[in-house]
């Protein structure tokens, strides 16, 4: 699994947790949010940002690309940063222009902003959904990639929380 960097910064004990009505954890993501239903993106919402939290960072991605027998790389299916701290969730099949307000987007691999469900070539694939409390408010990145968002959290990382899915295609 992919670690953010942070540092020397020690993340708060205070346990921030990422949970999802649309799938359980360790469970299977539905259909409708991937490429083979709708492509909507799931339901997210999550409790305890650490007293200082100034906006949290959402990336989900998956680790297992192309192929989870050989992962040779990690997709990136989702980048949203600058949400409020006071926003304590993700409705399912979240419109652009109703994510919460100060919130921006990062481009994820198919080089465009939005969420892209799982869409795997071969296997069942993890799709990691990655929660961060920062104590900063990030400058307008201009659609930064996930390592762009990455390099600009270091030193920023309060806490973090993860949930996640699978996803397999029909035959």
Same mark, same amino acid.
């Given at each position: 699994?992919? #670690?953010?960097?942070?540092?020397?910064? $020690?993340? !708060?004990?205070?346990?921030?947790?990422?949970?999802?009505? !649309?799938?359980?954890?360790?469970? #299977?993501?539905?259909?409708?949010?991937?490429?083979?239903?709708?492509?909507?993106?799931?339901?997210?919402?999550?409790? %305890?940002?650490?007293?200082?939290?100034?906006?949290? *960072? /959402?990336?989900?991605?998956?680790?297992?690309? =192309?192929?989870?027998?050989? =992962?040779?790389?990690?997709?990136?299916?989702? *980048?949203?940063?600058?949400?409020? =701290?006071a926003a304590a969730s993700l409705t399912e099949a979240v419109a652009d222009r109703d994510l919460p307000p100060g919130t921006r987007q990062g481009l994820n691999d198919w080089q465009r902003t939005g +969420?892209?469900?799982?869409?795997?070539?071969?296997?069942? &694939?993890?799709?990691?959904? $990655?929660?961060?409390?920062?104590?900063?408010?990030?400058? %307008? /990145? $201009?659609?930064?990639? $996930?390592?762009?968002?990455?390099?600009?959290?270091?030193?920023?990382?309060?806490? &973090?929380?993860?949930?996640?899915? +699978?996803?397999?295609?029909?035959?």
């Amino acid at each position: 699994m992919n #670690s953010l960097p942070l540092d020397g910064r $020690k993340e !708060s004990p205070v346990s921030l947790t990422l949970s999802s009505t !649309s799938f359980p954890a360790a469970g #299977s993501i539905p259909v409708r949010c991937s490429c083979d239903g709708q492509d909507i993106s799931p339901q997210l919402a999550w409790t %305890d940002p650490p007293t200082g939290t100034q906006s949290l *960072v /959402l990336i989900v991605d998956d680790p297992d690309a =192309p192929d989870p027998a050989a =992962p040779t790389m990690t997709w990136v299916h989702w *980048v949203l940063y600058n949400l409020p =701290p006071a926003a304590a969730s993700l409705t399912e099949a979240v419109a652009d222009r109703d994510l919460p307000p100060g919130t921006r987007q990062g481009l994820n691999d198919w080089q465009r902003t939005g +969420y892209r469900g799982p869409c795997p070539p071969i296997g069942r &694939h993890r799709y990691v959904h $990655k929660l961060y409390a920062l104590d900063a408010l990030l400058p %307008d /990145l $201009k659609r930064p990639t $996930k390592p762009m968002l990455e390099r600009a959290m270091q030193g920023h990382v309060l806490a &973090h929380a993860e949930l996640v899915g +699978y996803y397999q295609r029909r035959s």
